[in-house]
């Protein structure tokens, strides 16, 4: 008697449900480790752009995003202090004005690139564009050490300033096209990179003016 067959689609929902389950039943502390190699693997893509795999960016997720947003609004927003000639606190303002440039940018990009006919999902775009702001929360962080021993306004910082913000953004800019190029026909390639372009700029000034 021959064993009965099985439908593909029960057994990709049994399979699904015991991952469910034995995620809920899991430790706090093997969940969050999971999370964060998950994050480095992906991040690992940015660091050291590998053509063999740009897939793992297919499988979206917004916690490297939110996280990497987060600590560049907090280096932004604890440089700023009280930048201002009134004396007012402007760090609040500062780390509203970066998360807001940092999704709305996002969003307007993926919505950009699917408009374009891009064969990517809203939300693996909005994933690329959060991993690929690594190079310049690490720019921003090295600028704010400096910021420590150089002088404020001298010419050294000024450089040094300068050649971190345009390298971080020649290597964000980087990662991203080498992911969504393939994404987007040739000829209509020139619409969707401008708009990425734009987005790393302005973040770039903003760094660049902590």
């Not at 990709?12 to 991952?19: C, F, I, M, Q, T």
């Not at 660091?47 to 979206?60: A, F, G, T």
């Not at 080498?178 to 969707?192: I, P």
């Not at 302005?202 to 660049?208: A, C």
């Given at each position: ?6 439908d ?10 015991d ?17 964060l ?16 795999e ?9 916690w ?70 690594f ?32 390298a ?14 393939e ?8 619409l969707a ?18």
């Amino acid at each position: 008697m021959e064993p009965e067959e099985r439908d593909p689609i029960e057994n990709s929902n049994a399979r699904n449900d015991d991952v469910e389950s034995d995620t809920l039943s899991e430790p706090i502390s093997a969940t969050l480790l999971r999370d964060l190699k998950k994050i480095w693997s992906k991040l690992s893509f940015v660091i050291v752009p590998r053509k063999q795999e740009k897939r793992q960016l297919q499988n979206w997720d917004l916690w490297g995003p939110l996280l990497f947003c987060l600590l560049l609004a907090v280096i932004l927003s604890s440089a700023a202090g009280t930048a201002d000639s009134t004396g007012k606190d402007q760090s609040a303002l500062v780390f509203a004005s970066v998360f807001v440039i940092v999704w709305a940018g996002a969003g307007v990009v993926a919505l950009n690139t699917k408009l374009l006919g891009g064969h990517v999902s809203f939300f693996q775009c909005v994933c690329v564009l959060g991993y690929c702001l690594f190079p310049q929360l690490l720019a921003s962080l090295i600028i704010l050490i400096l910021s420590l021993f150089l002088q404020s306004g001298g010419a050294a910082l000024i450089v040094t300033k300068s050649m971190l913000v345009c390298a971080s953004m020649a290597w964000s800019i980087s990662a991203t096209l080498g992911f969504l190029s393939e994404a987007v026909d040739r000829n209509r390639r020139t619409l969707a990179v401008y708009p990425v372009l734009l987005f790393y700029i302005v973040l770039g000034w903003n760094v660049w003016i902590m």
